[in-house]
């Protein structure tokens, strides 16, 4: 079956659900307590222990061929000559550099310091903190790197949703 890649996310995720949902429905009948003089039969809950791991194993199966696919497709396609998977590794990267160059690109050129007292009595020492950069150049690699991010962002959503991929399942 053909899926985007934003349909395969979407699907990888809704049989994760359903694999831990079994997981836990598995802890939560394959054991039972019952005190002595109460009738077990009657209070067994259902479980198939065969039904129960065959089910889990056809969804890590279809995971693993999801999974698969997903990587495939990502080590193929290019967006803005880069594979999805360098795109992946990029993005938060930039995003990091983005968070930095904000800090650097709004803080004033010199920031009084709190006020240190002298040791031995005397007038406080005054600090000041300079900037050792061009505030207004981190601006600008600022503005470059956001960018950057929202167009590379917006190229991947584009890719994401418009390109195909092969799934067996």
């Known amino acids: 079956m053909r899926y985007t ?26 054991c039972f307590v019952a005190a002595v003089g109460e ?12 039904e129960c791991q065959k089910a889990q194993l056809a969804l890590e199966a279809d995971i693993r061929k999801i ?3 997903i990587n495939v497709f990502n080590t193929t396609h290019l967006v803005n000559g880069m594979t999805i998977d360098e795109v992946l590794v990029y993005l938060p990267q930039l995003s990091e550099r983005k968070a930095k160059l904000e800090g650097m690109s709004s803080r ?11 040791r031995y009595g005397g007038s406080p020492v005054i600090d000041y903190n300079y900037a050792n950069y061009d505030i207004e150049k ?7 790197v956001s ?6 962002q917006t190229a ?13 399942l």
């Open 156 to 168: 991947l959503d584009v890719v994401n949703t418009t390109e195909y991929m092969e799934i067996d």
């Open 39 to 50: 009738d077990v039969e009657e209070l067994r809950p259902k479980y198939d222990y065969e």
């Open 138 to 144: 981190a601006a600008a690699d600022y503005r470059a």
């Open 108 to 118: 004033m050129p010199r920031v009084r310091e709190a006020a240190r007292p002298m």
């Open 67 to 69: 999974r698969h696919a």
């Open 147 to 152: 960018d950057e991010l929202a167009a590379l």
């Open 5 to 30: 890649s934003s349909e395969a996310a979407k699907l990888l995720r809704k049989k994760r659900e359903e694999l831990q949902m079994l997981v836990t429905q598995e802890l939560n009948t394959r």
